[in-house]
C-alpha cells in the first residue's frame, strides 16, 4: 500500500481475511464472521452456540429477540472478559439489511466481534466562500476509545437500535456540533460507503450513509457531548493535501472527504487515481 495518495484510504478500509473468521448465524441465517479462536471458545465454554456450516450459530433454543438478545449479552460479556476489553452500553440491531426487523440487539463494542453489519452516518459540513469551499473539520478528543486526538468529519456517528438515520442525524449534530434539527435536516444524503477492515479481536463490517450540509459563513459549530475538542475551518485544498499525503484523519474519514472531493470537481480525471477513485466509489 502507496504510504501517500487517495485510493490508499479505500485498501486500508478493506483489508481483511475471511480465512481468520468462522461465519455467524442465527438459526440458518448468516449475519456475520467470528475470529476462528473467538468462535472455538464460544462454542466450547458457553454452549450458547452450535456447529452450523463451518462455524456457530446462536442455539435453535433462542427463538424470539428477547431471548436471543439475552444469549448475546451473555456471551459478548465472555467475550470482553476473554479479550480485556470494555463494553460500550450501546446496544445496536442485528439484522442483514438496514431497516430489516432486528432478530436480536448487542452492545456496540462486540459489533465486530461478531462481524455484524453497522450502520453510520458522516456529514461533510462545509462553506462557501468568495475564494472557495471550506470544510469544517473536527478534532477529536483525547479520551475517545477510537483514534482519540485524530481529524474528523464535522458529525459522525454510529447508528443504534430503534432510531432512524434521520433521527440520528439530528441527535449527532446536536451532540458533536449544536446543530438544531431544523439545519441539520437540510443535509443531503449523497452516497453510501461499504467496507469490511479485519481487527485483531474482529470484523467491521460497516455501511456509512455520507451527507452533505452546506452552513452560512456566520455558523460555527460548537461540541456538546465532550466527544470533539476543538473545530477548524479549513480550505478545500488544505484538506484535501491532509487526506492525501498524511494520515491525520480517522481511518474512515478519508473516504468521506475523497467522496466529497470528487463531486465537488476537486479532483478529477487529471489526477492520475481519479479512475481507481471512481471505481472505489461504486462498490
Known amino acids: 500500500m502507496s504510504p501517500t495518495g487517495y485510493v490508499r484510504h479505500f485498501e486500508q478500509c478493506h483489508r481483511h481475511d475471511l480465512n481468520h473468521f468462522a461465519p455467524f448465524g442465527i438459526g440458518s441465517t448468516a449475519y456475520g464472521h467470528v475470529k476462528k479462536e473467538h468462535a472455538a471458545f464460544l ?10 456450516n463451518g462455524g456457530l450459530a446462536l442455539s435453535s433454543r433462542y427463538k424470539d429477540f428477547a431471548s436471543r438478545s439475552a444469549a448475546l449479552t451473555e456471551a459478548t460479556l465472555a467475550l470482553a472478559e476473554k479479550t480485556g476489553k470494555s463494553l460500550r452500553d450501546e446496544l445496536y440491531p ?10 436480536a440487539q448487542i452492545d456496540r463494542a462486540a459489533v465486530p466481534w461478531f462481524g455484524v453489519r453497522a450502520w453510520g452516518l ?9 475564494n472557495g469551499i471550506h470544510l469544517w473539520i473536527g478534532k477529536r478528543a483525547a479520551n475517545r476509545q477510537v483514534e482519540p486526538g ?4 464535522m458529525i459522525g456517528g454510529g447508528n443504534p437500535i430503534g432510531i432512524s438515520i434521520e433521527e440520528n442525524l439530528c441527535k449527532e449534530a446536536k451532540e458533536e ?6 439545519l441539520a435536516l437540510t443535509a443531503k444524503l449523497v452516497r453510501e460507503i461499504n467496507y469490511k477492515l479485519e481487527l485483531p479481536d474482529g470484523l467491521r463490517t460497516d455501511t456509512l450513509f455520507l451527507y452533505d450540509l452546506e452552513l452560512p459563513e456566520s455558523f460555527v459549530p460548537r461540541n456538546t457531548d465532550g466527544e470533539v475538542a476543538s473545530f477548524t475551518l479549513m480550505p478545500l485544498a488544505q484538506a484535501a493535501e491532509l487526506v492525501k499525503n498524511t494520515n491525520d484523519f480517522k481511518f ?14 476537486f479532483v478529477g480525471a487529471q489526477d492520475p487515481e481519479y479512475g481507481q477513485l471512481k471505481e472505489w466509489l461504486k462498490k
Do not use: Q, S
Open 43 to 52: 462454542l466450547e465454554r458457553t454452549k450458547l452456540f452450535e456447529p452450523e
Open 94 to 103: 442485528i439484522v442483514r439489511a438496514y431497516g430489516d426487523e432486528p432478530v
Open 122 to 130: 458522516h456529514v461533510n459540513g462545509f462553506v462557501r466562500k468568495a
Open 150 to 153: 485524530k481529524l474528523d468529519n
Open 177 to 182: 456540533a449544536g446543530i438544531d434539527a431544523p
Open 252 to 265: 474512515n474519514c478519508g473516504m468521506v472527504l475523497i467522496d466529497f472531493l470528487v463531486r465537488h470537481n
